[in-house]
């Protein structure tokens, strides 16, 4: 427990510097993932966190499904793809996938496609432009959304049982995930 206090009181840490944003100011698409004997899961989490609250602060109920699908999709990409973490990575990038699918599928045709910025400290911009959701479609849009989270929360918690090394940090990825949740309810 106290080990997971410590992780979460890093978290904050990161999260409240900015440690998780590059010094050179590049977006994370063109880092390379960090690599696997550091404490990357802090950061990954950090950057799930950040993503959320990006995706919130836009305030467009109508991109929050998209939104959450490119900046998954993002951190997913940061991820090593083999190693303890592929795992992690897999499910991150599933849900992105799906997610995207599901902004697809009820996309708006009137809408048309926007990136987002947020500024500040720990400003961040979508790689690419995000789809809103067509208003008849918002609720179809997130209950399917909701349920990718949902699957994606139990696919990581499955795997912190097969990887004892890294339990915790499934856990915690999975814990993100799950807040996420609440953000689509609200819709």
Known sequence: MLAR?????????IIAFGLNTPANGQSYANNPPLPETAPATSVYVADLY??????????????????????????????PAS?????????????SRELGAVAN??????????NMTMGGANSMTTTRPLRGIAP???NLAL??????MAQTETVL??????????????????????STKVLLRSG
């Open 50 to 79: 950040r993503s959320i609250a990006f995706c919130r602060a836009i305030g467009r109920q109508a991109y929050m499904v998209d939104c959450l699908a490119e900046r998954i999709g993002a951190v997913a990409a940061k991820m």
């Open 83 to 95: 190693g303890d973490r592929a795992d992690m990575r897999a499910a991150l990038a599933t849900a």
């Open 5 to 13: 206090l410590h992780r979460l009181m890093a978290i904050g840490v």
């Open 157 to 178: 918690l499955r795997s912190a049982q097969t990887s004892q090394t890294r339990a915790l940090d499934f856990q915690e990825v999975a814990g993100v995930i799950g």
């Open 105 to 114: 599928k009820y996309r708006s045709r009137t809408q048309s496609p926007v």
């Open 136 to 138: 008849e479609n918002l």
């Open 143 to 148: 209950t399917a959304a909701l349920t990718v």
